[in-house]
Structures are given as structure tokens and as C-alpha cells.
């Protein structure tokens, strides 16, 4: 946990923000690549309109020369995307002592809405947005990823920075360059067995990884056969069929079984249970009180190596009206480690499994702010190359973004004041932190020519009136 969330700055936003970009002059092979990809991250960032390429371009005020340079960047994968993942990696760990319990990681699927059926990767599928029934169908890309959780401040906030994605593709889905057929499960059993091997490679193979995920990560195919120190923490369905540790028989004819006996169902757990502890978490600024019981070891079908527990939290239902407090039961399968034989324990404690479990939030606020504040999906790439980089190279500007400002703030409210707000936020927003960069930026002296603030005479007011910014020229809601 982070002893202190507000440390003062030792360098500037900017500073920092640029010192992280120098470590990644190895993804490309020529220095004036490397400028052309730091004056578009620069641009991504500044921009007000679209988030696409020819909005940058515009940005930057080349919008009247030759484009074929930026666009060559995706187009002929100029970059090494390989080694930008292995980089923000190492990076991401310098923010995460060695000395924690744990590192923590959160993987989730999402989907990038999409207009063409020509565009690679795309197919139909489910649509998140309108009736819960009937559902609807949209073309969209999908995506599986794996964020990084910083360490929990004592105030119980944290942040998700995104490491890596790959694309979901299915036999009905259009293809993307060398991309291969995977599922959601198999895409997520990929990328921590990826993490896993990065923090060996650091010299953290002593390290526990803590894994967070939705129901789709409490499967067989997710569960089976885990790398060693990792430790799954999974959300699970109310009528999950749970078995017991088998009883081996000592003569007789036959296989060994498996499976024990089918226990009761995490639902039926939840009203027969009668061992229940109260643990407190500390979740964005205030104490949560649950009521949890765990119980296991289980096992489920397809994963008979396995051994799991059960955690489940009591729900409330309290007040009336607008006073009324109520939040579900929650189910959680979690990895057990043996200390001796036939003995089981938790290899994380339990307060801070759920504490954990209530920051998983934090790769959903990630997926809006990288969907309506960087505008991840408004890029339109219709080759294969651009495809498998534009969508990587924006995520990886994100997280470098939130790095910076992690790095330069903490997790707390930043050093000034938030504009056109009144009230002091408890943290800084991504808003926020792009508020702070501009104004760093525009005091440099390379921007004081294009950045001036408005002068004072009407002739000069004029003047400076026909002279806009580039960014205001390259606004373009639609």
C-alpha cells in the first residue's frame, strides 16, 4: 500500500511525461521515425477534435503538406510492438516496489464499435448498447486485455494501466493479418502467462501475481494448469456446480476418481453457511463493512488439479425510498495453495482479496476513458498493418499518460486546482491530467508562438484572432 498519495512533484508533468517517452527509441529503426511518432503522441494528446490520424496531422499544422509519411507508420509497421509492450512493462513495475504482497493484475474483454464489415478483425456480434431484450447485433471488433493495478493508497484508490491487448477473432470474424482464431478465456490464459514471464525476466519470479476477472475467467480452460505463483481471483455464477477434494481408494479396479461429491452451489452456500467474518475494505475514499464466509476446498468439472475456494459476500437491503442502500451478493472462486498434504489456505488474506476484488472497477473507468476521452475506436484502418498497430499504439499513449501523471501526482487531487470546477475532486481525472499537460506545454518556449495567450490591444487581438491555433483548426466533432 502507498504510504503517501500526494508526495510533491520532483519534476514537472511534462518533464516526466517526455523522460518516459525517450526509453522507447528502440520500437523503430530510424530517428525521424521516432520524432514523427512523439509529435503524434503529442498531438493525441493536445487535440480537441476526433481522435484520428488526419485530426492529428491538423493538429500538428502539416494538414497542407504530404501525409504519406504519418500514415506509414501503422500502415507499413514501422513499429515494434513487441518491444513497446516489453518497455511500458518495465516501466509499469518501477511503479510497483518489489517488496509488495503482490502484483496485481486485471484482465477484461471489450469491443470497439464499428460501422464496415471491410474493417479487418470486425464481426458481428452482441450490441452493449440498447434493450436487454431483444438484443440487438453490431459489427465491432473485440478485444481481451490486461491492465496493471497501482499499488491501493491508504485512502483505497488505485489505477489501471493498460499493458496489452489482443484481438478476439472467431471462423465468421474477418481476418487480420497473422491474427489467430481465440477465445476470450484462451486470449486471457495468454496474456498472464505473458505477465508471468515478464516478471520473471525482472527477477521477480518470487513475486505472486494476483489475477482479476469476471465469470468468464472462473472456467476450466482459465483455471487448468496455472503458472506457478499466480493467484486467480474470479467472479462466479450464483448456481456454479462445485465438487469436493476426491476420497482415492486404496484397492479396487478402475481409474481414480476425480471428483468428490457435488457440494452446495455458491447461491445455497450464501443461506446455509454459518461461519461468517466481518472484514473492512477501504475503497475510494471510504470503509466498506462486508460479511463474508469462505469454504473449499472445491474442485470444477474440466479443472480436477485445481483446488479452489469459495468466497462469498452477503448483500444489503437497507432504508426506504431515496435512503435505501442495496447491493447484490457477490461470489468469488479463488486458487488455494497447499502447505501440507490434504491442508489448504488462502494464498492471499482475505481482506485483501476483497479489497482487490472493489478496484476491479478501475479497468471499466480505464475502458470510458479510453472510449470517450482518447476516442479509441474513431480510427479507421482499413489495411491489415494498421489495424494490428493503431488500436496497441493508442492504448499504450494512455497508459504512458496515466504513468506520467501518476508519477508527477500520486493518486490524489494533483497540486492546483481543478478548472471549471468549484470543488477540490478527492483525485485527478484524465481530464485533469490533460489539463495540466496543456498548461505545461504552452509555457514552453517552442509553443509560445502558436500557444499565446490573447493580448490586450484590439490590434493585436485582431491579429492574433486570424492567426488560430492548430488545434481549433483541427476541431472536428464528426
Not at 471491410?118 to 486485455?145: D, E, H, K, N, S
Not at 489539463?435 to 490590434?459: A, I, K, M, Y
Request: with cysteine; net charge positive; charged share 20%.
Amino acid at each position: 500500500m502507498s504510504p503517501d498519495d500526494t508526495a510533491p512533484p520532483e519534476a514537472s508533468l511534462t518533464e516526466t511525461w517526455f523522460d518516459l517517452l525517450a526509453a522507447y527509441r528502440p520500437i523503430v529503426r530510424q530517428e525521424r521515425t521516432f520524432v514523427r511518432l512523439i509529435l503524434l503522441t503529442v498531438a493525441c494528446v493536445l487535440g480537441f477534435g476526433r481522435q484520428t490520424l488526419t485530426r492529428w496531422i491538423v493538429t500538428l499544422g502539416v494538414g497542407t503538406q504530404d501525409w504519406t509519411a504519418w500514415y506509414r507508420l501503422f500502415n507499413k509497421a514501422r513499429l515494434h510492438v513487441p518491444t513497446l509492450h516489453a518497455t511500458l512493462i518495465d516501466q509499469v513495475l518501477t511503479a510497483i516496489p518489489a517488496s509488495e504482497p503482490v502484483v496485481t493484475v486485471a484482465v477484461d474483454a471489450t469491443q470497439l464499435l464499428r460501422t464496415s464489415r471491410r474493417f479487418p478483425g470486425t464481426g458481428i456480434t452482441r450490441a452493449v448498447r440498447g434493450l436487454r431484450w431483444p438484443r440487438g447485433l453490431t459489427y465491432a471488433q473485440r478485444y481481451v486485455g490486461i491492465s496493471a493495478l497501482l499499488p491501493r493508497s491508504s485512502g483505497g484508490d488505485s489505477r489501471a494501466i493498460p499493458l496489452k491487448w489482443l484481438l478476439l477473432r472467431t471462423a465468421k470474424t474477418e481476418p487480420l493479418g497473422e491474427a489467430p482464431e481465440r477465445t476470450e478465456t484462451c486470449g486471457g490464459r495468454d496474456l498472464v502467462d505473458w505477465v508471468r514471464s515478464q516478471l520473471n525476466a525482472a527477477h521477480r519470479a518470487a513475486q505472486p501475481l494476483l489475477v482479476l476477472g469476471d465469470g468468464a475467467y472462473s472456467t476450466a480452460p482459465f483455471l487448468a494448469d496455472l503458472p506457478g505463483r499466480v493467484t486467480v481471483l474470479a467472479r462466479c455464477a450464483r448456481n456454479r456446480a462445485l465438487f469436493a477434494l476426491p476420497s482415492y481408494r486404496a484397492q479396487g479396479r478402475g481409474r481414480q476418481p476425480r471428483y468428490g461429491e457435488r457440494g452446495p452451489t455458491p447461491i445455497a452456500t450464501l443461506h446455509e453457511a454459518t461461519e461468517w467474518q466481518e472484514v473492512h475494505v477501504v475503497v475510494r475514499g471510504r470503509t466498506i463493512p462486508l460479511t463474508a464466509t469462505v469454504t473449499g476446498p472445491w474442485l470444477i468439472q474440466g479443472a480436477p488439479f485445481q483446488p479452489l475456494a469459495l468466497i462469498v459476500v452477503r448483500g444489503i437491503d437497507r432504508g426506504k425510498g431515496t435512503t435505501r442502500r442495496q447491493r447484490d451478493p457477490q461470489f468469488f472462486l479463488v486458487t488455494l495453495t497447499m502447505t501440507q498434504e490434504d491442508e489448504w489456505r488462502l494464498p492471499v488474506p482475505l481482506d485483501e482479496l476483497l479489497a482487490w476484488a472493489w478496484q476491479r472497477w478501475e479497468v471499466e473507468v480505464m475502458h470510458r476513458e479510453l472510449k470517450s476521452g482518447f476516442g479509441l475506436g474513431h480510427q479507421q484502418a482499413f489495411s491489415d498493418d494498421g489495424a494490428a498497430t493503431m488500436i496497441p499504439w493508442l492504448v499504450w499513449v494512455y497508459a504512458v499518460f496515466i504513468l506520467a501523471g501518476y508519477r508527477t501526482w500520486g493518486l490524489g487531487p494533483g497540486p492546483e486546482a481543478d478548472l471549471g470546477r468549484w470543488w477540490t475532486a478527492r483525485r485527478w481525472s484524465i481530464g485533469r491530467l490533460r489539463q495540466g499537460l496543456r498548461q505545461d506545454l504552452w509555457q514552453l518556449g517552442e509553443f509560445q508562438p502558436v500557444w499565446r495567450r490573447s493580448p490586450d490591444t484590439w490590434h493585436e487581438i485582431t491579429t492574433w484572432v486570424g492567426t488560430q491555433t492548430n488545434a481549433v483548426l483541427g476541431t472536428r466533432p464528426i
